[in-house]
């Protein structure tokens, strides 16, 4: 993982939170995929990915679980610390897994595992009113924070399976003003899942941090896609947002630069990966 003696001689420098932000105000769209192990991490940052998030989908394509849910923190830790010895460039993310942050100080002591044993530089959590103070408490110890919002996949029990959120304006000016609300609290990037374009152009245009997206849109800051799904390897129904960007590509790295393309010129997502 990129020490110092590397970073002088290299030719782009490893990505931070203020390139994030950077990307964001001069309109450079933010390309990221997730990744669970060094070989792809070290291929998808090769491949110029500029976010990698070990997300705890690792519990249903690398665990074989239905849900998010029986991910714990160790396998999250495990997974991050393999990402991290394959990466160069890419800014390492690491999901908090179910029940993991349920009050501030047991969200302080799991992100703190998760930088310290994983190698993550930034932690995400599923949010809403209810985690403010938790990203609040975070924030004031300096724990870089991505908040979730829309589709939440560790609530898949509690809203009744894996649906677009926020079509009904109510749910979605209440999504407006959280998304706000944890950016004030510190948030230093929000990811919205599967919500209509409208709203993820809304949010994107009413936030500084930098919106990434994944089945919301062409109008956020950046895109991400679980790297199995692109790469053809998930077996079955993929969600309308996934494209194969394996099948006109001979190998995964191919595969996985022409995502980094599309994300870059704006050609993915396209109307049929979007919600209205
Ligand atoms: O767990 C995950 O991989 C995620 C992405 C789908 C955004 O949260």
Partial sequence: ???????RGMHQPPVNVSTLHKMKSDGEPIACLTAYDASYASLVDAAGVDLILVGDSLGMVIQGHDTTVPVTVDDIVYHTRAVA?????????????????????QALENAVRLMQQG???MIKLEGG??????VEHLARHDIPVCAHLGLKPQS???????????RDADKA??????????QDAGSDIVL???VPNEVGQTITQSLDVPVIGIGAGPSVDGQ????YDILDITQGKTPRFVRNFQQDHTSPLAAVEAYVKAVKDGSYPAPEHCFS
């Fill in 1 to 7: 993982m990129y020490t110092q003696l590397e970073q």
């Fill in 192 to 194: 919205l899942e599967c």
């Fill in 85 to 105: 010895k394959g990466l160069r460039r890419a800014f390492l993310v690491a999901d908090m897994p179910f029940m993991s942050y349920s009050n501030p100080d």
């Fill in 156 to 166: 898949v029990h509690k809203i009744g399976g894996f649906k677009v959120q926020g």
């Fill in 129 to 134: 009113e209810g985690q403010i103070d938790i």
């Fill in 119 to 121: 190698g993550a530089m």
């Fill in 173 to 182: 000016k209440e999504m407006i003003e959280s998304a706000r609300r944890l």
């Fill in 224 to 227: 991400i896609l679980v790297l």
